[in-house]
């Protein structure tokens, strides 16, 4: 039965009904139009509150949230802190998914704003930057790229996610030879070919990248 409430009270967001920001029905009428138990609808609420598409608001009420995507994937990051560092390797077999085709989506849309952005972080680092300097610039030119896709959710997701790699990236930075210059060399020839709007040529090169990464990992371990 709340399973069947979460759905109902989607469809009443899906559909228009309920809009980010308002508020919902007393809990009595809800539940009343809705043909469902109170003690259902509550179970619901809290369900659709961890996950960040309701707000309850004690005294107020229960309000549907903004709904926007870095939002929504704050229960992803919750999710994944359960798990212990094994996983590290299932994220980046997801970032190696989605982050050449990021690139690519980079490569397409963005515009000079953007570019000279990415420049000025990529020159902000050189070969004798330490490696937890180098892992933060990482993250920066990692989600430039994806929010020059023009596409928030995919901006979202991957930040979500590539802040869950940072030890790993960091152990590695500290254990292989010559991390620092080798990931520089890659990320300049990523954003060259972004610069160039080399749909493809953007996408293999952060294939091999973040493989590169995932690959140590898995015999690293």
């Known amino acids: 039965m709340t399973d069947e409430a979460i759905v109902r009270i989607k469809k009443m967001i899906t559909s228009g009904q309920l809009a980010p920001g308002d508020r919902l029905p007393p809990e009595k009428e809800l539940s009343e139009s809705l043909g469902l138990s109170r003690s259902s609808l509550r179970e619901a609420v809290k369900a659709l509150e961890v996950i960040r598409v309701l707000d309850v608001r004690r005294g107020d009420g229960t309000y549907v949230t903004s709904l926007e995507p870095h939002l929504l994937l704050e229960a992803m990051s919750f999710v994944v802190d359960l798990h212990g560092d094994n996983s590290v390797i299932e994220l980046l077999a997801v970032r190696r998914i989605l982050e050449p085709?990021?690139?690519?989506?980079?490569?397409?849309?963005?515009?000079?704003?953007?570019?000279?952005?990415?420049?000025?972080?990529?020159?902000?680092?050189?070969?004798?930057?330490?490696?937890?300097?180098?892992?933060?610039?990482?993250?920066?030119?990692?989600?430039?790229?994806?929010?020059?896709?023009?596409?928030?959710?995919?901006?979202?997701?991957?930040?979500?996610?590539?802040?869950?790699?940072?030890?790993?990236?960091?152990?590695?930075?500290?254990?292989?030879?010559?991390?620092?210059?080798?990931?520089?060399?890659?990320?300049?020839?990523?954003?060259?070919?972004?610069?160039?709007?080399?749909?493809?040529?953007?996408?293999?090169?952060?294939?091999v990248h973040v493989s590169g990464v995932e690959q140590w990992l898995r015999k690293a371990l």
């Open 101 to 207: 085709a990021a690139s690519a989506l980079a490569a397409v849309n963005a515009g000079p704003a953007d570019l000279a952005v990415m420049r000025e972080i990529l020159e902000g680092v050189d070969h004798v930057t330490d490696v937890e300097r180098l892992v933060e610039h990482d993250l920066k030119f990692h989600q430039r790229i994806a929010e020059s896709t023009g596409n928030a959710y995919l901006a979202s997701l991957i930040a979500s996610i590539s802040s869950h790699t940072v030890r790993a990236r960091i152990w590695r930075g500290i254990t292989e030879e010559d991390a620092v210059g080798r990931t520089l060399l890659e990320h300049h020839a990523i954003l060259e070919a972004i610069e160039a709007h080399n749909v493809e040529l953007a996408s293999a090169h952060m294939l």
